[in-house]
């Protein structure tokens, strides 16, 4: 027995040892991670950067799955412009045909929507309205359709180009200039616009003197709608020729031009493109092989815009098909709806949220009877995705089916429901008014259960009374000893709120419009060692009547 015990102690000894160990060892893997996930500059691979040729002006799609640049790879070395897209990896580029990459184009005056499917550039082709217009084409399959322009008024008799559009394609930024050809412009302007209901545009307006100071060019809007990007050599602060300078829209006004000197040069720097996240700049510069090449640069954080997530999916019935609803997205904390819209005819969809929000979405149908889809999305943590995919099935429901209630919640350690609870508890309602054959039951499920004798932590906030029976032995007067029943109460102090919690739950249904025999409730509480494991989680299953 002592040579096992010891056995024991050594065994302990060497399991904490190991714990320890481990625990250094993941700490360093993930300061080494967040290092190089933070890396000042970071060079595209080299299936964009071909050491055989200059690559410049580049221009990523705000979710980084396309990007145009111009290259020196044309016939006997002339500049045309290149395209090349990723699911994971980026692909060959390859160059623009020449319906949408000719002579008469001002090359570096491109840009592409959010998704990278629709090219926007700058040419004096017909039909145009002034000297240089703004034209789009959309990418189908792998080919480019023929040019439109995108008319008046973002098109005059002047110059116009260089676009830039926010996300949702409702404002768009663009330089207007006496002069231009094929590689530059001058006496430049920046103007913006944005859409109206029907469609159009409204007239441009210029930017604020403080940007446009007679020579300012090639806006880029971020993916935050606040953020702009610009290049101008006549503000007082330049490195020497075109600079890269910085403006926020904030309270009304754009913010006083700040040079961006982390990428600014004695040479011109003016073409730039950043993704959604806003975290790199994307920039040319002489590379190792006496070659420009495409670098991203880690973006300060004093002047970092805000990222922006995409996120996408369908929303369709069970046969696959588009079924017809409603996509709303709310800030939680401000309770402001940030976006409405509905999926296009073959039942997809496409927003952006920005970072530093939780929101909830929902994709309610238009028939009542059919279920719903709700869900939050947290974009406050340091890192948040570039895309997220949400896919929606809407159908009738039926028993055994099961509809989550994330967007249900409780004040902490409390039994009282959330204000941020409402959208979800109507819901439910319209669902379960509209099957009155069904029972909707509530089910929380708490993992996390603690209890003690004494009130020794602060989410133990309900008691439990148990009697137990005992013998007691006693010695009478007469020195006789005898035994006897008692009846002992003894107090359990516990986490266990689930009971109430669906009790709440209930009555709120009932508060907006439910019926009372439409709804029933079960509760679980589960013990639970680790910290993130404890957590509550609340469903309906549905069940026949």
Same mark, same amino acid.
């Given at each position: 027995?002592?040579?096992?015990?010891?056995?024991?102690?050594?065994?302990?000894?060497?399991?904490?040892?190991?714990?320890?160990?481990?625990?250094?060892?993941?700490?360093?893997?993930?300061?080494?991670?967040?290092?190089? =996930?933070?890396?000042?500059?970071?060079?595209?691979?080299?299936?964009?950067?071909?050491?055989?040729?200059?690559?410049?002006?580049?221009?990523?799609?705000?979710?980084?799955?396309?990007?145009?640049?111009?290259?020196?790879?044309?016939?006997?070395?002339?500049?045309?412009?290149?395209?090349?897209?990723?699911?994971?990896?980026?692909?060959?580029?390859?160059?623009?045909?020449?319906?949408?990459?000719?002579?008469?184009?001002?090359?570096?005056?491109?840009?592409?929507?959010?998704?990278?499917?629709?090219?926007?550039?700058?040419?004096?082709?017909?039909?145009?309205?002034?000297?240089?217009?703004?034209?789009?084409?959309?990418?189908?399959?792998?080919?480019?359709?023929?040019?439109?322009?995108?008319?008046?008024?973002?098109?005059?008799?002047?110059?116009?180009?260089?676009?830039?559009?926010?996300?949702?394609?409702?404002?768009?930024?663009?330089?207007?200039?006496?002069?231009?050809?094929?590689?530059? =412009?001058?006496?430049?302007?920046?103007?913006?616009?944005?859409?109206?209901?029907?469609?159009?545009?409204?007239?441009?307006?210029?930017?604020?003197?403080?940007?446009?100071?007679?020579?300012?060019?090639?806006?880029?809007?971020? =993916?935050?709608?606040?953020?702009?990007?610009?290049?101008?050599?006549?503000?007082?602060?330049?490195?020497?020729?075109?600079?890269?300078?910085?403006?926020?829209?904030?309270?009304?006004?754009?913010?006083?031009?700040?040079?961006?000197?982390?990428?600014?040069?004695?040479?011109?720097?003016?073409?730039?493109?950043?993704?959604?996240?806003?975290?790199?700049?994307?920039?040319?510069?002489?590379?190792?092989?006496?070659?420009?090449?495409?670098?991203?640069?880690?973006?300060?954080?004093?002047?970092?815009?805000?990222?922006?997530?995409?996120?996408?999916?369908?929303?369709?019935?069970?046969?696959?098909?588009?079924?017809?609803?409603?996509?709303?997205?709310?800030?939680?904390?401000?309770?402001?709806?940030?976006?409405?819209?509905?999926?296009?005819?073959?039942?997809?969809?496409?927003?952006?949220?920005?970072?530093?929000?939780?929101?909830?979405?929902?994709?309610?149908?238009?028939?009542?009877?059919?279920?719903?889809?709700?869900?939050?999305?947290?974009?406050?943590?340091?890192?948040?995705?570039?895309?997220?995919?949400?896919?929606?099935?809407?159908?009738?429901?039926?028993?055994?089916?099961?509809?989550?209630?994330?967007?249900?919640?409780?004040?902490?350690?409390?039994?009282?429901?959330?204000?941020?609870?409402?959208?979800?508890?109507?819901?439910?309602?319209?669902?379960?008014?509209?099957?009155?054959?069904?029972?909707?039951?509530?089910?929380?499920?708490?993992?996390?259960?603690?209890?003690?004798?004494?009130?020794?932590?602060?989410?133990?906030?309900?008691?439990?009374?148990?009697?137990?029976?005992?013998?007691?032995?006693?010695?009478?007067?007469?020195?006789?000893?005898?035994?006897?029943?008692?009846?002992?109460?003894?107090?359990?102090?516990?986490?266990?709120?689930?009971?109430?919690?669906?009790?709440?739950?209930?009555?709120?249904?009932?508060?907006?419009?439910?019926?009372?025999?439409?709804?029933?409730?079960?509760?679980?509480?589960?013990? =639970?060692?680790?910290?993130?494991?404890?957590?509550?989680?609340?469903?309906?299953?549905?069940?026949?009547?």
């Amino acid at each position: 027995m002592p040579e096992r015990r010891a056995g024991n102690s050594l065994f302990l000894m060497y399991t904490k040892i190991m714990k320890k160990f481990t625990l250094i060892l993941l700490l360093h893997c993930a300061v080494v991670s967040y290092s190089l =996930a933070q890396a000042k500059t970071r060079r595209l691979p080299s299936i964009i950067n071909h050491p055989s040729f200059n690559l410049s002006a580049p221009y990523i799609s705000l979710d980084g799955n396309a990007i145009l640049f111009i290259s020196d790879d044309g016939e006997d070395g002339s500049l045309v412009v290149s395209y090349s897209s990723r699911e994971t990896d980026w692909v060959q580029p390859v160059n623009l045909p020449k319906h949408v990459n000719h002579r008469i184009t001002f090359l570096p005056g491109y840009a592409l929507s959010a998704d990278g499917k629709k090219l926007f550039f700058t040419a004096a082709k017909s039909p145009i309205i002034g000297g240089y217009d703004i034209m789009t084409a959309d990418l189908k399959g792998t080919t480019w359709s023929e040019p439109q322009n995108l008319g008046v008024p973002i098109n005059s008799k002047t110059n116009d180009g260089a676009p830039s559009f926010t996300p949702d394609n409702s404002a768009i930024y663009f330089m207007r200039c006496d002069k231009m050809n094929q590689v530059l =412009a001058s006496g430049c302007k920046i103007f913006s616009s944005k859409k109206k209901p029907n469609g159009q545009w409204e007239e441009p307006v210029t930017l604020p003197a403080s940007i446009n100071t007679g020579n300012s060019q090639t806006p880029r809007i971020m =993916a935050d709608g606040a953020t702009l990007i610009f290049s101008s050599d006549k503000i007082g602060m330049s490195k020497g020729g075109m600079d890269l300078y910085i403006t926020r829209f904030k309270d009304g006004n754009w913010t006083n031009p700040v040079p961006m000197d982390f990428v600014n040069t004695e040479k011109d720097d003016q073409f730039v493109s950043v993704t959604a996240l806003g975290r790199y700049l994307i920039k040319d510069v002489p590379g190792s092989r006496k070659t420009t090449e495409l670098v991203e640069f880690l973006i300060p954080n004093e002047i970092r815009p805000k990222g922006v997530m995409k996120v996408e999916g369908y929303v369709k019935g069970p046969d696959n098909t588009a079924v017809p609803a409603y996509i709303a997205v709310t800030d939680i904390s401000t309770n402001k709806r940030v976006y409405s819209g509905r999926p296009n005819a073959e039942g997809n969809y496409m927003l952006y949220l920005m970072e530093g929000s939780r929101y909830e979405m929902s994709v309610d149908p238009e028939q009542s009877n059919m279920t719903y889809f709700s869900r939050q999305l947290d974009l406050t943590g340091e890192k948040i995705l570039q895309k997220e995919r949400v896919n929606v099935i809407l159908r009738a429901p039926a028993a055994g089916d099961e509809l989550p209630l994330d967007l249900i919640q409780f004040k902490r350690g409390s039994t009282q429901v959330e204000p941020v609870s409402q959208s979800e508890l109507k819901r439910l309602v319209r669902i379960a008014n509209a099957n009155p054959s069904l029972l909707f039951e509530i089910q929380i499920t708490m993992t996390g259960y603690k209890e003690d004798s004494l009130r020794s932590d602060p989410d133990f906030t309900e008691l439990r009374m148990d009697s137990v029976i005992t013998q007691l032995a006693e010695v009478d007067s007469l020195g006789k000893l005898s035994k006897r029943d008692t009846i002992v109460v003894r107090k359990l102090y516990h986490n266990d709120r689930t009971a109430k919690q669906a009790q709440e739950v209930l009555n709120s249904l009932v508060q907006v419009g439910g019926d009372p025999a439409s709804f029933a409730y079960k509760t679980i509480a589960i013990p =639970a060692i680790l910290p993130d494991e404890r957590k509550v989680t609340v469903k309906a299953v549905v069940r026949q009547k």
